[in-house]
């Protein structure tokens, strides 16, 4: 009786795995329009070992702007919030459509702009990249909504012209919870 339970056992997962989806490959012109994650990494190794002085405000709704300079961040959790907005995961390619033009000064643009069914919480990304494969600017709508809670992210990086290397960065947003007012927020961090 027991090895009618190994065959049975054997038959359900092969049938779990032939209704898995495979991963489609990357048909031409679908390659990822730059390595996010890469960058996000090397840029986080940099800074962490650099430790560069960092001008930072943050500006809420009805408060005096709060700028300080910090000396030591933890630079994981800082740029964590634009590893949120990578879409070079297979997973994520098919609920986006992607645009590209390249800029009289070579620079490409590439914009990613979720499907209306998609549930993504990144609605729109639009990166900068120079012929040299640099990055130059990324921009990004990032939206969560549920029953209770509502939150939307403008958040924007901006890279040095010749190193690629950060220079600053900018979260803009709102939350709001159903039961509450909504908080305003902008935080503006300078290299």
């Given at each position: 009786?027991?090895?009618?339970?190994?065959?049975?056992?054997?038959?359900?997962?092969?049938?779990?795995?032939?209704?898995?989806?495979?991963?489609?490959?990357?048909?031409?012109?679908?390659?990822?329009?730059?390595d996010?994650?890469?960058?996000?990494?090397?840029?986080?190794?940099?800074?962490?070992?650099?430790?560069?002085?960092?001008?930072?405000?943050?500006?809420t709704?009805?408060q005096?702007?709060?700028?300080?300079q910090?000396?030591?961040?933890?630079?994981e959790?800082?740029?964590?919030?634009?590893?949120?907005?990578?879409?070079?995961?297979?997973?994520?390619?098919?609920?986006?459509?992607?645009?590209r033009h390249t800029?009289?000064?070579?620079?490409?643009?590439?914009?990613?702009?979720?499907d209306?069914?998609?549930?993504?919480?990144?609605?729109?990304?639009?990166?900068?990249?120079?012929?040299?494969?640099?990055?130059?600017?990324?921009?990004?709508?990032?939206?969560?909504?549920?029953?209770?809670?509502y939150?939307?992210?403008?958040?924007?990086?901006?890279?040095?012209?010749?190193?690629?290397?950060?220079?600053?960065?900018?979260?803009?947003?709102?939350?709001?919870?159903?039961?509450?007012?909504?908080?305003?927020?902008?935080?503006?961090?300078?290299?």
């Amino acid at each position: 009786m027991s090895s009618y339970r190994i065959i049975g056992l054997f038959a359900l997962l092969c049938g779990f795995t032939a209704c898995e989806r495979p991963t489609p490959p990357l048909a031409a012109g679908k390659e990822p329009a730059y390595d996010l994650t890469a960058y996000l990494q090397a840029q986080t190794t940099r800074l962490q070992q650099e430790q560069p002085p960092v001008l930072k405000s943050v500006i809420t709704k009805g408060q005096p702007t709060e700028t300080i300079q910090l000396e030591e961040l933890d630079w994981e959790k800082e740029l964590a919030i634009f590893q949120e907005v990578d879409l070079s995961r297979p997973a994520l390619r098919d609920f986006y459509s992607e645009e590209r033009h390249t800029l009289p000064n070579g620079n490409t643009v590439s914009i990613f702009t979720k499907d209306a069914d998609s549930a993504a919480p990144v609605d729109r990304l639009q990166l900068t990249v120079s012929p040299l494969q640099k990055l130059q600017q990324l921009e990004a709508v990032v939206l969560e909504e549920n029953l209770l809670f509502y939150s939307k992210r403008n958040i924007r990086l901006i890279a040095e012209p010749g190193t690629g290397n950060l220079a600053s960065y900018r979260v803009e947003g709102v939350q709001k919870l159903i039961f509450g007012d909504s908080l305003r927020y902008r935080v503006d961090a300078n290299l």
